[in-house]
């Protein structure tokens, strides 16, 4: 469920802070005037009118009626200085609702909702490391809750207290979210294959992106250049990580 919509409305540029952003409430009171140039994409934009709002997510809506893309630099996103940007606070936070820590109906585990929006995105990230860890035969690790203030969510209380055994279902990148998967240095190219599923995407299909010989023709090509005795294990890796853009590297190792 969303609330009502707020208007972000950009005020002339002063002096050398260029373009200002005034936020307006819905009601037209200025909850805060500050420099576009203060964030680098959509997304920490929208992050800290989320806040304003005291909502755990937001939208921004140009004036288009198109919603801008969070991964997108300020510079690219299209805005210019006397444009109006429409903010819609969501009471739903994809990345929370993954990890157990927001129910459906919109309830926090924790009432700090920047101390939990930060226990968040570090779980997201240790889960992500964890499935580009796994090799073919491997077992399933086990990843332990570390944050200090916000209690371990279901999902970290299944096998003991503060722990959470993986699996192949295990979800570990939110819906929404960009993904970038880079390929394998080897094959020449440098083009990155981008992903954004609304659902959440599990140990499996990030597995199968690293290792599937349908994501990953250059395999094949590798395979045959295999010394005899030589073995060739696929590899998938996290190059960065932030709240609405995370890139991954393929790539391999060979081995006797």
């Known amino acids: 469920g969303s609330s009502p919509s707020q208007n972000v409305k950009k005020a002339p540029g002063c002096g050398r802070c260029g373009p200002m952003v005034r936020v307006l409430s819905f009601s037209g009171h200025i909850l805060q005037t500050l420099p576009l140039t203060k964030f680098g994409s959509v997304g920490d934009f929208a992050s800290h009118v989320a ?26 996103s299209g805005l210019n200085e006397e444009d109006e940007v429409t903010a819609v606070a969501e009471t739903l936070d994809p990345l929370l609702q993954m990890l157990e820590l927001q129910d459906a109906d919109g309830t926090l585990s924790w009432d700090n909702l920047q101390e939990l ?89 990030v597995l199968r992106l690293g290792h599937s010989r349908h994501s990953r023709p250059d395999l094949e090509l590798l395979q045959g250049d295999l010394r005899p005795g030589e073995v060739l294990k696929p590899t998938i890796s996290v190059t960065s990580h932030s709240r609405h853009e995370i890139c991954l590297q393929l790539g391999h190792v060979r081995y006797a």
């Open 51 to 76: 806040a304003l709002l005291n909502a755990p997510n937001c939208s921004l809506v140009g004036k288009s009626g198109v919603k801008l893309q969070e991964h997108l630099p300020i510079e690219e």
């Open 117 to 205: 929006q930060d226990a968040a995105l570090r779980t997201e990230q240790s889960l992500l490391a964890c499935a580009c860890s796994i090799g073919d035969g491997d077992g399933m690790p086990r990843l332990e809750w570390l944050d200090k203030r916000v209690p371990p969510p279901p999902m970290f209380c299944e096998d003991g207290p503060s722990y959470c055994t993986l699996s192949l279902d295990t979800p570990v990148i939110h819906g929404g979210a960009r993904v970038l998967v880079f390929p394998d240095p080897s094959s020449g190219s440098r083009a990155a294959k981008v992903y954004c599923q609304e659902t959440s995407m599990t140990i499996r299909e």
